[in-house]
């Protein structure tokens, strides 16, 4: 007759384990764009310099043709399983969130940006 009253405290108790568990951030690489930030964007009128005085150092910088270029702005958060106590389940089931934005610069000034979907 123990048995089964065994069985059931110890699923209740594993159900409130999970059930306390969240997601904490646990690491966070490279530049988020703001929509203020993309506010200050004039096309045709910033320069490449004010937009890295604006978004800081691009990711990567791709060159185009002649003179134009292409600056990516990469950003990664991932979210790891914590559970109580602190202790974090980093790699099983983690979450992650991914945003890149790109800018394109004709002759030294703001052609087009856009958000890339990862």
């Not at 988020?32 to 937009?51: C, H, M, S, Y």
């Not at 270029?69 to 991932?78: A, S």
């Amino acid at each position: 007759m123990r048995n089964p009253v065994y069985s059931f405290l110890l699923l209740i108790g594993a159900a409130l384990l999970l059930a306390s568990c969240s997601y904490h951030t646990t690491s966070v690489q490279g530049i988020w764009v703001t929509p203020a930030q993309i506010e200050e964007i004039k096309l045709g009128r910033t320069t490449g310099l004010e937009i890295t005085m604006l978004l800081g150092p691009p990711a990567r910088v791709d060159q185009l043709n002649g003179n134009d270029r292409r600056l990516v702005y990469d950003w990664t958060e991932i979210k790891s399983l914590t559970f109580p106590g602190g202790y974090r389940a980093v790699g099983l089931r983690d979450k992650e969130e991914r945003q890149t934005f790109e800018v394109v610069l004709k002759e030294g000034r703001v052609l087009n940006y856009r958000f890339i979907k990862p």
